[in-house]
């Protein structure tokens, strides 16, 4: 357990979501914790990041950041097949660690970082922001003790636009640098967050299309899932679709919950409908009012894993918990490659599936026939 002392902060990684998403989270609770360091590869960035943000030491090299600064907690902020060995570095070294999504490119990769947790801690959470804003806690709340009934049907949809310059940069659009398409980069939030509200699932079947930007992986995929509580859901993930929105619908015997947003949402983008036959205005009432409204965040999520590292606990995102949309997305891209229904159980270590998410599977292409379509 970490002494009630000013923690010191580190962060691996000087790009756009460092920048934009937790230095902001850490200078939300500037008075528990000091960003002390970053590391990158690139000097003029870090350079640029370290005067931008009143960053006193800079690095080139995990190690040596590791080894002279001695943080207490790291976020790791590099390219999706760049976040496994600096977060194993961490951890090894006692640091707690919040890496960015997708936490790694496989479940043989999750299971890594795992091994080189510690009871009571160190920890790696996974960001998952969507789970900790008011709105969202509220609902999971609501579902998991029965205020709205049982639920049935459910849709998760992501449908962003990434034009194909967005896959210029060369890490994007590619199994062995981003793990996947918008399955794995894009969707994961929402499907994350669907996972947080249904619990966990029995059985998947997917497919997966590459329609038109020209990238090794899909643009888009969509998927049937079965959950533990017999609820069924739809879920679509795409980079092709100018109007924008993230939308999650659960109906359930009593009410519908809807979450219409994009990149965050707060109390207001959560939506009650009663059935027809609940008329008790009480009761409606109070699915309406969550409380006081935190936004999903980072910083929302951070300030859980600042009262863990207190109390020496495990945090929320982490471990089983954190391997829970990893396990979705694999079975997915498992169904759309094979064309076959996947339970979870079957996602083992002996499955190429969990080693590689295109399971090594060779001369797949899911490319419309089409005129237009991109090879």
């Known amino acids: ?23 902001p ?27 931008t943000n009143g960053i006193e030491a800079g690095y080139s090299s995990v190690e040596e950041m590791l ?47 795992e091994a080189a947790e510690r009871d009571g801690g160190p920890y790696a959470s996974v960001v998952c922001q969507h789970r900790f804003g008011s709105g969202g806690k509220h609902a999971a709340r609501l579902l998991s003790t029965g205020k709205l009934g ?3 049907v459910a849709e998760c949809r992501t449908t962003w636009y990434r034009d194909h310059g967005y896959f210029e940069v060369p890490w994007r659009g590619r199994w062995q640098t981003e793990g996947g398409g918008p399955t794995m980069g894009h969707g994961i939030h929402q499907m994350d967050l669907l996972l947080a509200l249904l619990g966990d699932w029995t059985e998947i079947h997917a ?38 929105e993230s939308y999650i619908r659960i109906d359930c015997t009593d009410a519908t919950v809807e979450l219409t947003h994009l990149y965050g949402y707060e109390n207001t983008d959560w939506h009650y409908t009663p059935a027809p036959h609940v008329t008790d205005e009480t009761l ?72 590689d998410l295109h399971g090594g599977v060779r001369g797949w292409a899911p490319v419309a026939d089409s005129e237009g379509a991109k090879p």
């Not at 339970?343 to 002996?350: A, P, W």
């Open 1 to 23: 357990m970490i002494e009630s002392r000013k923690m010191r902060a580190a962060i691996i990684g000087a790009g756009g979501i460092a920048q934009h998403s937790h230095v």
């Open 284 to 355: 409606v009432r109070s699915w309406r009012t969550p409380g006081a409204n935190v936004r999903s965040s980072h910083a929302a999520q951070l300030s859980m894993i600042l009262a863990a590292m207190d109390s020496g606990q495990r945090p929320p995102a982490s471990g089983a918990a954190g391997r829970q949309t990893l396990e979705l997305i694999t079975a997915l891209y498992r169904s759309a490659f094979t064309g076959e229904l996947v339970r979870r159980e079957q996602l083992t270590s002996d499955d190429p599936f969990y080693h």
């Open 67 to 113: 080894e002279t600064q001695k943080p207490d907690l790291v976020h790791v902020c590099t390219p999706p097949f760049a976040h496994v060995d600096p977060v194993v570095q961490c951890l090894e070294a006692g640091a707690w660690v919040l890496v960015e999504k997708p936490v790694c490119l496989s479940l043989a990769e999750f299971d890594r970082i």
């Open 150 to 152: 049982r639920p049935l």
């Open 207 to 244: 497919m997966a299309g590459r329609l038109d930007r020209d990238v090794e992986t899909e643009d888009v995929s969509m998927a049937s899932v079965r959950f533990d509580n017999g609820a069924m859901a739809s879920i679509l993930n795409s980079v092709l679709s100018p109007r924008e």
């Open 25 to 51: 989270a850490l200078r939300s609770v500037a008075d528990r914790v000091d960003l002390v360091a970053a590391v990158d590869t690139d000097p003029d960035r870090l350079a640029e990041f370290r005067t």
